[in-house]
């Protein structure tokens, strides 16, 4: 079952009649006061949650006992060119369910400009999406998630650059299937960390790839066939997770 999670200003509050979290105990789970629950305090500890009453109104008033650190998300970096909007939800949320370090969004000069302006980013439909991947996987926490204008942006700021100190270099992997160096599953084993390049449904230009080379990015190709961004993303993080021995 799925961990049900609340954000630390939550606390103290009642959760309202419509809230995914009461439907779900309420109408999925058929709990009822003074029932507990598996609950986690997102970036805290996980532990047992009790719903202390069900206000006339329907609203849920909880406790929340939770011990313990969150995870370690695992050392895997997903960038990714935009996506379709209705794609990028469950991008994320897949993205977050695997246990990825962090997700960016850029813009690729083969993509549609206009995906940019999806309003899940300012709506707070992107955080809940992580935040349901996270739940999924009952886990406490989620990915960074950063946007950037184009790739070129991405590539000058180098954001993986920026992981703690404790990792060493990263492996870096741009997903091309038309002017491959290798293929991902066949990629030796390693302790490194992975930061890992995904294009939009058009996949990169001729120039975008002569930018990963510069960068010192190693293009590899997921197989023979064309897939979904979306689909694309999940397969390189899982082939990346397998192959720095995370799936064991």
Excluded at 14 to 32: F, G, M, Q, S, Y
Excluded at 102 to 118: C, P, V
Aim: net charge positive.
């Amino acid at each position: 079952m799925n961990l049900i999670l609340f954000e630390a200003h939550e606390l103290g509050r009642a959760l309202p009649r419509r809230d995914e979290r009461t439907v779900h105990l309420v109408k999925v789970l058929h709990k009822k006061a003074g029932d507990i629950f598996e609950a986690g305090l997102l970036d805290g500890g996980q532990g047992i949650g009790k719903i202390e009453k069900i206000g006339i109104d329907g609203s849920l008033t909880f406790s929340l006992d939770v011990q313990g650190f969150p995870p370690s998300r695992l050392p895997v970096r997903v960038a990714v060119g935009f996506p379709r909007p209705i794609q990028i939800r469950r991008l994320l949320r897949d993205l977050s369910t695997l246990g990825v370090e962090a997700i960016d969004l850029f813009g690729t000069e083969l993509g549609e400009k206009s995906y940019r302006d999806t309003k899940l980013l300012d709506d707070g439909g992107a955080r809940a999406a992580l935040i349901e991947g996270a739940a999924q996987a009952r886990d406490t926490t989620i990915p960074a998630l950063t946007v950037f204008l184009r790739l070129d942006d991405w590539l000058k700021k180098r954001p993986w650059e920026l992981l703690p100190k404790k990792h060493t270099t990263p492996l870096l992997i741009a997903a091309d299937n038309v002017r491959p160096e290798g293929a991902m599953s066949r990629m030796t084993p390693t302790k490194r960390p992975v930061v890992l390049a995904i294009g939009s449904e058009r996949g990169w230009s001729d120039r975008e790839r002569d930018l990963f080379e510069s960068a010192g990015f190693l293009r590899l190709s997921l197989g023979s066939r064309a897939l979904r961004t979306e689909t694309a993303c999940v397969a390189a993080a899982v082939l990346a997770l397998e192959k720095i021995g995370e799936l064991g």
